[in-house]
């Protein structure tokens, strides 16, 4: 066989490999869809720490149920978080940063057992450029790179569909009161158990990545907007107090 024939029939193989791709980033996707799915995907990818910390606590063995119903509520949760973040013309810039902070924020929980509350965004924020770069290791770039930019790429190509404004609210407010249902469904079986977790076991529900990251950035800049807020108090000098009480 010649080169001219082997080329022409590896020729239609390689237009279809690349006909695979381009219907794939072609076809447009409801981006309720598409938030379902990253929210399963974080809930899989991200939460590691989480349910060895729950596993810990519960044994799988002894409360199968209980189990899954905190993984349907975790799933539940991070719906919702997501169809609250998420609106089309921002959607892709929200769940790609997601990813990204899952990511981060799942590497140290993992690895080191830190929960990421606002004492430890301050921390972080405060790291210099030095301890920030000791930081870094191979197995975090890799995890990064695998479950956050690999996953990123494959968002920033897809297409998203297009509604009409009354569609899309309708969706919204369709998917909202899903995800509401799906969290009601997980708590309302085990509520005296829940109760138990909530009051007893609360550094445990602190590592939800990345409820938690969120949740602490949303207070961390709560607080901040509340200190520029705060009027200044004024505080009398010395001399001030001096002359006040030689008047007197």
């Known amino acids: 066989m010649s080169i001219s024939q082997t080329a022409k029939i590896d020729a239609p193989k390689t237009n279809k490999k690349n006909s695979y791709l381009s219907k794939l980033y072609d076809h447009e996707v409801n981006l309720n869809y598409l938030i379902i799915i990253v929210a399963l995907y974080l809930v899989v990818t ?4 989480f349910f060895e910390q729950v596993l810990d606590v519960y044994p799988f063995s002894k409360n199968v149920g209980f189990i899954l119903s905190i993984t349907g ?6 719906w919702l978080v997501l169809q609250l973040l998420c609106y089309r013309p921002i959607a892709k810039p929200v769940l790609i940063a997601l990813l990204i902070t899952a990511a981060i924020c799942g590497y140290f929980t993992d690895a080191y057992g ?7 965004l301050i921390n ?4 210099d450029q030095a301890e920030a770069m000791g930081l870094f290791a191979p197995s975090m770039v890799i995890r990064v790179l695998l479950l956050s930019v690999l996953p990123a790429v494959i968002i920033s190509k897809i297409r998203l569909k297009r509604f009409t404004w009354q569609r899309s609210i309708l969706q919204k407010t369709a998917t909202l009161i899903l995800s509401i249902a799906v969290i009601a469904a997980c ?5 005296d158990q829940y109760a138990s977790f909530f009051r007893q076991h609360k550094e445990v529900r602190s ?11 949303i ?16 505080t009398p000098t010395c001399d001030r107090c001096k002359a006040r009480r030689s008047y007197q």
């Open 124 to 127: 972080s924020l405060e790291t």
């Open 114 to 120: 830190t929960i990421f509350d606002t004492n430890m």
């Open 219 to 234: 207070k961390l800049v709560e607080n901040y907007v509340n200190e520029l807020r705060r009027p200044d108090t004024f």
């Open 46 to 49: 991200a939460n590691i720490g």
């Open 207 to 217: 590592y939800a990545n990345p409820i938690t990251p969120i949740y602490s950035t």
């Open 73 to 78: 509520l975790l799933f539940g949760l991070m």
């Open 187 to 191: 708590l309302l079986p085990f509520g």
